[in-house]
C-alpha cells in the first residue's frame, strides 16, 4: 500500500506558473504508475499526465499538453506536476494517484491509490 500527499496547490496569476508535488510512503515507490488527474466544481475527474515506473515513458491530456509537464525522482519518493502558463480553466482540485501496473495508466478506474488533493486556483 502507499500513501500520497499532494502540496505546492494555491493562487496563481494566469500566464505564471506552479509546481506540484506529490510525496509517497509506503511500499516501494518505484513499483507504482503515476498520474495526476483533476476535478473542477460540477466537472468529472480527468486525467492531466501519467508517468511510467521509471519515468522512461509519460502521458498529457490535451487540456495540458505543451504547458505541462510530469516527472518523478524515485530517490525522493515524489513526482511533479510543472504547470506553466496556467490558464483559468485550469482552476481545480488536482489529485496525484498511484497504479501498481507497469505500463502508463491513463485511465482512473486502474489506479488503486489516491491522494487528498490540492488546490489550485488560476486568476485571469
Known amino acids: 500500500q502507499v500513501q500520497l500527499v499532494e502540496s505546492g496547490g494555491g493562487l496563481v496569476q494566469a500566464g505564471g506558473s506552479l509546481i506540484l508535488s506529490c510525496a509517497a510512503s509506503g511500499r516501494a515507490f518505484s513499483s507504482y504508475a503515476m498520474g495526476w488527474f483533476r476535478q473542477a466544481p460540477g466537472k468529472e475527474r480527468e486525467s492531466i499526465a501519467a508517468i511510467s515506473r521509471s519515468g522512461g515513458g509519460t502521458y498529457y491530456a490535451d487540456s495540458g499538453k505543451g504547458r505541462f509537464t510530469i516527472s518523478r525522482d524515485n530517490a525522493k519518493n515524489t513526482v511533479y506536476l510543472q504547470m506553466n502558463s496556467p490558464k483559468p480553466e485550469d482552476t481545480a482540485v488536482y489529485y496525484c494517484?498511484?497504479?501498481?501496473?507497469?505500463?502508463?495508466?491513463?485511465?482512473?478506474?486502474?489506479?488503486?491509490?489516491w491522494g487528498k488533493g490540492t488546490q489550485v486556483t488560476v486568476s485571469s
Open positions: 494517484a498511484a497504479s501498481p501496473r507497469q505500463r502508463l495508466v491513463l485511465s482512473a478506474y486502474e489506479y488503486n491509490y
